[in-house]
């Protein structure tokens, strides 16, 4: 068990272009999230997977992030036409029951 | 899913004990009560979870009063590596969205 991985670590992109983020939660586990953090903040849920299945969603998820998960494996965040606004560290976890673990996060900054 | 209100900031030596409390007044029958620690640049670490009464692992103690609109998180001396951000979380048992709050930065002196 090597734990949740995310790649990349970090991402400085051009406001505008698209960014895609990858999360490869542990082998057993069939539940999957992505949240978003800035400073100073706690994660924010922005979407859950149960295997392939997207059941939960925020609201704050806008129509420029979309995300996937496959075959209930690893999972691709999207997020297109950056904005300033957008940089902040993501965050993936993963569970088999209530615990989640959490990868290292991928730091994105929007220039 | 029920809100949460914890202490922005609490100070501590190294040895004593922390206590740290979380109100949630409303929350529901279904829901749960969890505790992360999270450290700067990395993802928050599950550390306890609870739903009444006392639950007690080798890092921490939850303590649930029978009203169960608080919780208090106990860390038994504490040493300089506890600086951390400790979230309190309320989770349902039948939902899958997970809300943190802005946590409690804990800083540990020596």
């Known amino acids: 068990d090597t734990g949740v991985s995310q790649d990349p670590r970090h991402k400085i992109t051009k406001r505008g272009q698209n960014v895609t983020f990858r999360c490869d939660p542990i082998?057993?586990?069939?539940?999957l999230y992505w949240y978003r953090q800035t400073l100073g903040q706690g994660p924010e849920f922005l979407t859950y997977f149960q295997n392939e299945a997207q059941l939960e969603k925020s609201r704050l998820l806008s129509d420029r992030f979309s995300a996937e998960r496959p075959k209930g494996s690893f999972s691709t965040l999207e997020i297109q036409r950056t904005e300033q606004g957008d940089s902040a560290m993501y965050l993936c976890a993963s569970s088999l029951a209530r615990e989640q673990y959490f990868g290292p996060g991928t730091r994105l900054t929007v220039t | 899913l029920a809100k949460t209100t914890q202490p922005i900031s609490m100070d501590s030596y190294e040895g004593q004990e922390v206590n740290i409390t979380c109100s949630h007044n409303n929350i529901a029958t279904n829901d749960y009560i969890t505790w992360y620690q999270q450290f700067p640049s990395q993802g928050p670490r599950f550390i306890i979870q609870g739903y009444k009464t006392k639950v007690t692992n080798e890092v921490a103690s939850l303590f649930i009063p029978a009203d169960r609109k608080s919780s208090t998180l106990s860390l038994p001396r504490v040493s300089l590596s506890d600086t951390a951000v400790y979230y309190c979380l309320v989770e349902n048992t039948g939902g899958f969205k997970t809300i943190f709050g802005a946590g409690t930065r804990l800083f540990v002196k020596a």
């Open positions: 082998s057993e586990h069939n539940r």
